[in-house]
C-alpha cells in the first residue's frame, strides 16, 4: 500500500496512539451518526445518530430534494456530544475526525461562509436536463473519455441549474461544494474539497488531472469558485475554537479524512484493489467495485470516481451503480403497507412467508428520481401480476424486496459488461442487509456469496482518519479489527424460481420503458 507511505512519517504521527481515539461521523440523508474508535484495539467505544426521526427534506416540486446544511451541523452536535458523554473521555484523547458524507448534493457559500440556499442533495433530478445538455455539447466521447461519466444529475449540473434559475444567488456565491466539504468548514472554519469529491461532481479530469475544464467551460462556472483542494488521507484542517466550543471538543484537533459514503462503505469493508465490491442498501441501494482501469461504460449508466486511494500514478477507480429506489421503497412499504404497525424486523418475517419469486408479483423500485442505470429516466415504481384472489399484503412485502435484488442484479449486468468480475460482495449487517429475503434473493440471482461485516460508514471514517493522521501504517492495521458476522450463499433460496421471478422482472421493465417512448 505504499499510497499510504507518505502518511506515516507526517506531523500527525502520535506514538502512544494505543491510548486515544479516533472520531468518525457519517453524514446522511436520514440522519446524522458519530463514531468513537479506540485506537488500539479498533473497537467502538460510543456511537449515536440523531435525529431519532428522520432529517427534514424538502420538496417543492416533484422530483425535487432538498436539505437545510444547518440541520447537519444541529445533528452532528448532537450526536457529538452523546458519544463524549457515553464514552467518558476526555475530548483531547481524540488523534483525528474523518468524515463520510452523502455524496452529489450541492452547497454555495458566500464570502463569510453563509449558505445560500438550501442544499440540492443527491436524489433531486431537477438537473438530468442540464446535463444532457452539457454532455451533447461537449461531446459524448470527449466528455466520457475525459470525466468518465457525463454531467448527468451530479454537483456540476446542479451548480449550473442555480446559476440560470436563480441568477441572484449565483452572484453572491463564493465557493460551491459538497455535503462534507461544509461539515468540514464548519469544523476548521476553512473551506476545502478533494479530487475524489470533484470526480463526483462530475468535475475531475482523469485524463489531465486536475478540475474538469470541459465541464466548467460548458457550464461557465469561474473555477475561482472550487475550493482549495486538500488530501483525501492527511490534514485537511484543525477544529476551530468555535466549533469546538460548539461541538464539546478539542480546538486543534486534526481532520484528516473526508469522502463520499460509498468509497468510504468501500473504504469501511477493506475494499480497495481491483475485483473487490462493495454494497449498501439504505435510502439508495449501492454496489461499488474497484477497477485499475481508466475506463467507462459507453451509455454512462454506471459512475465512476476515484476511489480514497486513487493516484494518478496507481489508478483505483470506484464504479458505483446506484438504484434511488430501494431502501426508499422498503420505507413507503412499512409506512402504506404496514401503516407503521409492523417494525422492520416483523415486515422480514412477513415477507418470508411467501415462498420465492412473490407467487407471480412483480415491483419495480425507481419511485425515487431519475435512474442513471436506466440512463436518467424516471419510469416511477410499479406492480404487476397482482391476483385478488391468491395474493395478499405479504406478497407485496416480498415483490418489493425482491424488486430491490433484480434492480442491483441489473446494474451488476452493466458492470460485468465493463469487464468487473463480481464473485464476492461485501456489505454491513445493516438496512436491508438484515433481511434474508433481500440479501438471499441477490446471492441466488447474483450467484455471489455475501459476507457481511458489523459496522458502519462512521466507525469506517474514524478509521479512514487514523490512517489519515499516521496513526496506523496501513489500511490492513486500521480494519484489523473488523469482523465478519455472517456469510449469505447463492444456495440459501430456490435460484430457480428466483432466476424466473427476474426474468419476468426484466420484462415488466422493458414493457414498462417501451410504454413511456410511445
Known sequence: MWFFESIKNN???????????????DIGSS?????????????????????????????????????????????????????LAASGID?????????????????VIDRQ?????????????RAVSCGEEAFRRIGPERALACMLNSPGNFTASKLYWVQRNEPEIYERIAAFMLPGDYIAMRLSGEAST??????????????QHEPAR?????????????????????????????????????????????????????????????GEIASTAGTSGVVYGVSDRIDYDPLSRVNTFAHVNHTPERPRLGIL???????????????????????????????????????????????NGAERMLQNREPGAVTAGVNFNTHDWRHLLRASQEGVAFAFMYGIEIMQGTGMEIRTIKAGRTNMFLSDVFAGTLAAVSGAEIRLYDTDGAVGAARGAGIGAGVYGTPQEAFAALKQCGTIAPSVVDASAVREAYLRWKELLKRTLSNEND
Open 11 to 25: 506531523e500527525l504521527k502520535t506514538e502512544n496512539y494505543k491510548s486515544m481515539y479516533l472520531l468518525g461521523y
Open 31 to 83: 440522519s446524522v451518526k458519530a463514531a468513537l474508535v479506540e485506537a488500539g484495539s479498533g473497537t467502538v467505544a460510543a456511537s449515536d445518530f440523531f435525529p431519532k426521526t428522520e432529517l427534514p427534506m424538502t420538496a417543492l416540486r416533484p422530483g425535487w430534494a432538498e436539505q437545510d446544511p444547518q440541520a447537519w451541523w444541529d445533528a452532528l452536535k448532537q450526536a457529538t456530544r452523546s458519544v
Open 91 to 107: 475530548a483531547a484523547e481524540i488523534a483525528a475526525i474523518g468524515i463520510s458524507y452523502q455524496m452529489h448534493g450541492l452547497v
Open 113 to 125: 461562509q453563509r449558505v445560500l440556499r438550501p442544499s440540492i442533495i443527491w436524489c433531486d433530478s
Open 194 to 207: 478533494t479530487a475524489s469529491g470533484l470526480s463526483e461532481g462530475i468535475l475531475w479530469d482523469f485524463r
Open 214 to 274: 470541459p465541464v466548467l467551460d460548458v457550464y461557465g462556472i469561474d473555477d475561482a469558485l472550487i475550493p482549495p483542494l486538500v488530501p483525501t488521507f492527511g490534514l485537511q484542517g484543525r477544529v476551530s475554537p468555535e466549533a469546538a466550543s460548539e461541538l464539546g471538543l478539542h480546538a486543534g484537533t486534526p481532520v484528516t479524512y473526508r469522502a463520499g459514503d460509498q468509497p468510504n462503505n468501500a473504504l469501511s469493508l477493506g475494499v480497495l484493489e481491483p
Open 321 to 367: 451503480l446506484c438504484i434511488n429506489g430501494a431502501g426508499s421503497l422498503n420505507a413507503w412499504t412499512k409506512r402504506n403497507i404496514g401503516r407503521n404497525l409492523l417494525s422492520y424486523p416483523e415486515m422480514n418475517a412477513k415477507a418470508a412467508e411467501i415462498p420465492a419469486g412473490s407467487e407471480g408479483v412483480s415491483v419495480l423500485p425507481f419511485g
